[in-house]
């Protein structure tokens, strides 16, 4: 025979928290609660496997069902000595869903389940309280009809609200007995109206359909939808939890709550929660009162007037404040706990793993690792590597001065300044061309992502802490100050004013998404501080990680902070982002426009000086640490000139005349840029570009040692290789200008020279390229355009519906697509190192800083990652996870 139904109460339980997949996580930690003797009303639950089988089967349930649910249901009835339809002593229960995950969208709860005509009665006498009893019916009428029934609530609120307009009352509060009587007649009309058939008085039919009922939300729009976007398999299914109800509602000392055992904010190590009394457990959460706080410290911190319950109910909250140590030392983690008092009689109805902000999952890791409740692994696992971006950005300096002209809500921290602009589309235009902005709007909307993304900080006059703006900024870690109400925004005349103040386009503003100011001008910012509970738990994460963090970058502010951030060294020096400056850019046009050799050596002449001292400056900073810098690779179209003002600049630099640097422009255009003239292919038509480039690099490795006595040892490498040869041809241009400026300066310079794999070709015929090439660093942008044959520039336009459809489950720009181009930087790992043992493998495409993707390179046992700065604190952490992880695997094989 199957077990489907799993009791528990009187101190002991049939499951266990471990038994989440078959219990779900609601009716799991019942019976653990159960078992550690905490007070718990007793229940059953029907497990998970009950849902897959009512979907396998035509929406049956399994014959033995009704027995064990019988059964299940008469041991409640004995430990609380109360009979399921009694009419004078009634059991009524709570029914509610429990999946494996925690799940919004699915059929939560139906309380009070047992009541009806009869009963009611019974329960009046019972409790000497007829207000409550038919109080209590009523809900179970409106619950059930509008969970299980599928009754729309509004029928029901006009019921009541004509009663309470009848009887001239303003608060629910103010119905008595018969008045509750009334609207309970009126709710059964409303279900018999709308169904054509009365309310269900028999207690078994109430149980079966509220059962029925949450199955049946497994499979509702919603919950598919909820499950789409948080990888959950319809195949788990949920399990459904029944019972003993406890009230909350009988009375002044009864009451209902909800805690965390620490603070989910800050993290402090304190009890925090709040309760109503006399309340039954939506109460609290619906918020028509204002609920109170459960410390003295707590209500103090808050100014709340109300008492707490600390002085209410001391001994209830002494016996609460024991439950919260006993779930501490027992799950090791902070919970997240609903409980009622009923008579003064504490019990206990969930406990959780409670979610947390990035600065409390943080203060939360440190300190139970501190306290001895989990050891430092475990710690360093606590903390989503992501979280961490929220605790990464600038504050203002507390010294400058601010001009402060609104307040609004500080929906997402970090504090940002910027040109003020009005629309989406104008972030994006002047982000590209290097302006800070601050996205301005009275809301935003989906239509906004592109324009929220570009922006430094996102600034709306309406909505709150949950709006469309407030939700996205915090997960893109854009600074943002919500719902600045005395701010009104004209988009028509381009124009934001508060009082006397106008605000136009292109006006410098400072938003602080922690404080909710915003600023007129541009305040000083500092960077954050990197010490306490951060440094502490990222030492930890250091010494169990196994692959070394380096960065992306080529200016000396990104270099300083990436090594603030705790950077490892330059795992990708982009050399034509240095080319990008005004002064630059038109000496680099003209190298590339030029049609003869000579005429590009001019142009790399005038570049060469500026190049050298480029990498001077990121050797001095990197001190010693390895610098890899990548030989040009500039897809032509973002370097050719567009506008004849540019085209007019190039042909002066150079001395020639317009009509031919337009000629050659043309001539240089390219159908398919991403796949042209690029990479070393540049390098094969013009080497003289790289050996500019290669001197600029060894001459300054001389003069750092010159200058610091730091030795440093320069990884050139190779983009977009994809054959033996053509690395050897530039490999040995290198090596030639290597041997002239060891001649020329007299010292000898120690380097290694490898490549990109970015292309498939690269990656079959790694055994070959690693003869030539000491390293590999795995170029995953280009490595995932060309194994998709998906454009890297135009992707966004409809990897939505890849992903709508689910043909893509993530974007694999953002998180390494494991099993495609993940095979095929095994292969080149593979292959390399059986050509050349020591190879050194990392990887620098956008993937190196995604912590999904760092797991995987872990897996495939690269030597390094490489990031932008601000994700290096990220990868540290997830690398160490990911070691961590794979050692806890490799011990369980
Ligand atoms: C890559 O292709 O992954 C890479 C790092 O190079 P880029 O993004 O500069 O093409
Ligand atoms: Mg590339």
């Known amino acids: 025979m199957n077990k489907w139904v799993y009791s528990f109460g009187e101190g002991k339980a049939e499951g266990r928290a471990d038994m989440k997949n078959l219990l ?89 389940l047992g009541l009806n005509d009869v009963t009611v009665q019974g329960l009046a ?32 609120e006009e019921v009541l609200e004509q009663v309470k307009r009848d009887r001239g009352f303003d608060l629910d509060t103010e119905l008595k007995a018969a008045d509750w009587q009334v609207v309970i007649t009126g709710y059964k009309e409303v279900v018999e109206k709308e169904l054509g058939k009365p309310f269900p008085q028999e207690p078994a039919e109430q ?39 406890v009230f909350g509602n009988m009375g002044d000392d009864c009451a209902t709550g909800v805690a965390f055992t620490r603070n989910p904010s800050t993290g402090e190590n304190r009890f925090y929660g709040e309760y109503l009394i006399n309340a039954q457990g939506e109460d609290v959460v619906a918020g028509i009162r204002t609920p109170q706080h459960l410390t003295i410290a707590g209500k103090e911190e808050n100014g709340s007037t109300l008492p707490a ?53 943080l203060k939360i890791a440190v300190d139970m690792a501190q306290e001895g409740l989990i050891d430092q692994k475990t710690g360093v696992l606590r903390v989503e590597p992501k979280s961490l971006d929220q605790l990464l950005h600038p504050t203002l300096d507390p010294k400058a001065r601010k001009q402060i002209i609104a307040k609004g809500l500080p929906a997402s921290p970090g504090a940002a300044s910027g040109k003020v602009v009005f629309s989406a589309d104008e972030a994006e235009r002047l982000s590209e061309l290097g302006e800070a902005v601050i996205l301005c709007r009275i ?70 998404g922690s404080t909710g100011e915003v600023m007129l001008g541009e305040v000083p910012t500092i960077q954050p501080e990197l010490t306490g509970d951060f440094a502490t738990l990222m030492g930890w994460a ?116 317009l009509a031919k640097v337009q000629h050659r422009a043309v001539q240089l255009h390219e159908a398919n840029p991403m796949l042209g003239h690029r990479g070393c292919r540049l390098g094969i038509s013009y080497p003289e570009i790289y050996e500019m480039q290669a001197r600029s690099i060894f001459e300054a490795a001389v003069e750092v040692f010159k200058e610091t006595g730091e030795t440093v040892i320069p990884e050139i490498m190779i983009p977009l290789v994809g054959t033996k040869k053509e690395l050897d041809i530039l490999k040995a241009v290198i090596d030639r200008v290597g041997a002239e400026v060891m001649q020329s300066s007299g010292r000898k310079i120690d380097y290694l020279v490898g490549t990109m794999i970015e292309l498939p070709r690269a990656a079959l015929q790694a055994a070959k390229i690693a003869e030539t090439a000491q390293f590999f660093s795995f170029g ?70 995604d912590p999904s993707s760092i797991y995987f390179c872990e897996k495939v046992g690269l030597d390094y990652v490489s990031c932008s700065p601000y994700r290096v604190p990220i990868a540290r952490l997830a690398a160490a996870q990911a070691a961590i992880l794979g050692e806890q695997a490799a011990s369980e094989a």
């Open 309 to 361: 319950m600390e002085e209410s109910m001391p001994e209830v909250y002494q016996q609460l404040a024991a439950v919260r140590e006993r779930l501490e030392t027992h799950y090791r983690d902070m919970q997240d706990i609903e409980f009622t008092v009923q008579q003064g009689k504490l019990y206990m109805l969930q406990t959780r793993t409670g979610k947390r902000t990035a600065a409390a999952a």
């Open 542 to 657: 250091d010494t169990y990680r196994r692959m070394k963090v380096r960065t992306n970058a080529e200016t000396p502010l990104d270099s300083r902070t990436a090594r603030k951030f705790g950077a490892e060294g330059i795992g990708l020096c982009r050399t034509e982002h240095m080319f990008f400056d005004a002064e630059r850019i038109v000496a680099v046009r003209e190298m590339i426009l030029a049609d003869s050799e000579g005429g590009r050596r001019a142009a790399l002449a005038k570049i060469a000086p500026m190049q050298r001292n480029d990498f001077v400056e990121l050797f001095k900073i990197m001190k010693g640490l390895p610098v890899t810098i990548r030989l040009l690779d500039p897809p032509l179209h973002e370097f050719l000139p567009n506008s004849e003002e540019e085209m007019r600049e190039v042909a002066e630099g150079a001395g020639t005349d």
């Open 24 to 112: 779900g996580g609601k009716g799991a930690n019942l019976a653990e609660m159960s078992n550690l003797g905490l007070p718990v009303p007793p229940g059953f639950t029907i497990t998970t496997e009950v849902c897959t089988y009512f979907y396998d089967n035509g929406k049956s349930y399994p014959g033995e069902l009704d027995g064990q649910v019988r059964e299940a249901l008469e041991t409640i009835e004995r430990i609380v000595g109360m009979r399921f339809g009694d009419p004078e002593n009634p059991l009524l229960v709570s029914v509610r869903s429990g999946a494996r995950a925690s799940m919004p969208g699915m059929m939560d709860t139906v309380l009070n």
């Open 443 to 512: 809301e935003t909307s989906p239509e906004d992502i592109h324009g929220m993304h570009a922006a430094r900080g996102i600034l709306t006059t309406r909505g709150g802490m949950t709006s469309h703006a407030a939700v996205v900024a915090r997960g893109m870690g854009r600074a943002c100050v919500a719902g600045a109400g005395e701010l009104r925004i004209d988009y028509k005349t381009g124009v934001m004013s508060v009082r006397d103040v106008q605000i136009r386009v292109g006006d410098t503003v400072t938003i602080d």
């Open 780 to 849: 995953t942008n280009d490595l995932t355009q060309t194994t998709f044959g998906i454009s890297r520039d135009d992707a966004g336009a409809f990897l939505p519906d890849y992903q709508r459809a689910g043909i893509l489950e993530h974007d694999p720009f953002v998180t390494l697509d494991t099993e495609g181009v993940g095979e095929l930087v095994s292969i080149a790992a593979e292959r390399g190192r059986k050509t050349r043992a020591d190879i050194k493998l990392g990887i620098c495409g956008e993937h190196g800083g």
């Open 125 to 156: 006498r019972r409790s000497g309280d007829p207000r409550f009893a038919y109080d209590s019916y009523r809900r179970f009428i409106q619950m059930f009809g509008n969970v299980v029934l599928g009754v729309d609530h509004h029928h029901f």
């Open 207 to 245: 149980l079966w359909g509220a059962i029925g009922a949450v199955f049946g939300s497994w499979m509702n729009q919603r919950a598919i939808t909820y499950r789409r976007l948080h990888d959950i398999p319809a195949a788990w299914g949920t399990a459904v939890n029944v019972q003993a109800m």
